[in-house]
């Protein structure tokens, strides 16, 4: 069995949990007045840069690669180091190049573990039905390939890879060497599908953080992790 293979039996820590709250739901045919569903999101959020750095075990300079393969992401919950036996939350690994490490100790290439959706069961609709629902996860951001970035990381103790230390976690460097924060949109409208297929669409909040960084040339922000890393 390969190893790609052996790694969808693995869990991949998150660091987003479900918790109650208010989410809207609506299904895509027809107008239909969106529906109030008791889902949010719960995010473990730095509050500057601070805070990004301190908690981060592997801060890193470089550029994502391909797709690799995904995995289950969904933990089980008599044994965490194994996949849940009902529910699939898919785990987006990604080669990375790295050209500069702020913290930590890393070789050239490491994998980096971006979760990507996530199955959620006992919910119900409007009729009070069972639904089932994958959402693609609001924190997700399409790797540019094209582009240099920065990212806060933690070893994933289930893989080889490296996994998101806490939001936001990605600085994107343009060819400008500005830095820009990449920060969920407010009220993003998220595609989810239950079992039958239905297509629904969920407006999520964001999180808050005060964005101190987007605009700043990269150099001066690189400098300023680097100063808190104390590497």
Not at 28 to 41: D, I, M, N, R, W
Request: charged content about 25%.
């Amino acid at each position: 069995m390969g190893e790609g293979s052996e790694k969808m039996k693995r869990i991949s820590l998150m660091v987003m949990t479900w918790v109650l709250g208010v989410v809207f739901l609506a299904g895509c045919a027809g107008e239909k007045e969106a529906t109030p569903l008791h889902l949010s999101a719960e995010y473990v959020v730095g509050k500057d840069l601070n805070a990004l750095t301190s908690n981060a075990e592997v801060i890193v300079v470089g550029s994502y690669g391909k797709h690799l393969y995904s995995y289950n992401g969904a933990g089980n919950v008599n044994d965490p180091g194994q996949e849940h036996p009902d529910l699939y939350s898919e785990v987006k690994v990604y080669d990375f190049k790295i050209e500069q490490v702020l913290k930590g100790n890393v070789p050239e290439h490491i994998e980096v573990n971006l979760p990507y959706s996530e199955q959620i069961d006992g919910l119900k609709d409007e009729n009070g039905n069972p639904i089932k629902l994958t959402i693609r996860k609001g924190p997700y951001f399409e790797p540019d390939l094209s582009r240099k970035v920065i990212l806060f990381l933690k070893k994933d103790p289930f893989s080889k890879g490296y996994s998101i230390a806490m939001h936001p976690y990605q600085i994107v460097i343009d060819k400008d060497d500005r830095a820009h924060l990449k920060l969920p949109k407010e009220n993003e409208k998220v595609e989810a599908v239950d079992e039958q297929g239905k297509i629904y669409h969920i407006y999520s909040e964001g999180f808050d953080f005060e964005d101190h960084v987007s605009g700043r040339a990269s150099g001066d922000v690189i400098a300023e992790i680097k100063q808190y890393s104390g590497e």
